[in-house]
């Protein structure tokens, strides 16, 4: 059995080396353009046709409008920075478009609160406030009964 020589091994590297490598699965449906329709919609959304009732802009609109699934939207976004800014427009114009029907009373209470809190970061918050300070001894005599005048053993 003849031996193969390094000279031949480096032939055929080069001539693999080549050949154009073809990408794996379909080519992607993601265009520039895409980021000028999401803003038109946030705008169709936000200042509608007379007779027509304003809307509230979200990713699912977003992604009806492209045809294209959720998880491609956040993976466009991880690849193509011009698309998570569009993206980005999406969630600040539904941030502001809750809060201001917040303030109007136009919408509904519940799912605004529910939309900003997962979709924004926002939360109601309760604040603790600590009235007096109860030192080691303190709290020793409120567990043993002293403090309410018990016996203690």
């Known amino acids: ?6 000279h031949d091994l480096q032939a055929k590297a080069n001539s693999m080396a080549k050949k154009k490598v073809r990408p794996v699965g379909r080519p992607t449906k993601y265009r520039p353009e895409m980021c000028k329709r999401i803003d038109k919609y946030i705008d169709k959304c936000l200042n509608p046709k007379e007779g027509k009732t304003k809307r509230l802009p979200t990713r ?4 009806i409008l492209l045809r294209i699934s959720l998880e491609t939207l956040t993976t466009w976004g991880n690849k193509y920075p011009e698309f998570i800014g569009a993206l980005r427009g999406v969630a600040i114009n539904q941030q502001e478009e809750l809060i201001n029907r917040s303030f109007e009373g136009s919408g509904n209470a519940t799912i605004g609160k529910m939309l900003l809190s997962a979709n924004h970061g926002m939360s109601e ?5 600590h009235s007096g300070e109860i030192g080691l001894t ?10 309410r005048g018990l016996p203690s053993e």
């Open 125 to 129: 918050r309760t604040e603790v406030e």
């Open 138 to 147: 303190g709290l020793l005599n409120a567990l043993d009964g002293k403090s």
């Open 1 to 6: 059995m003849a031996g193969v020589s390094s």
């Open 60 to 63: 699912a609109g977003v992604a």
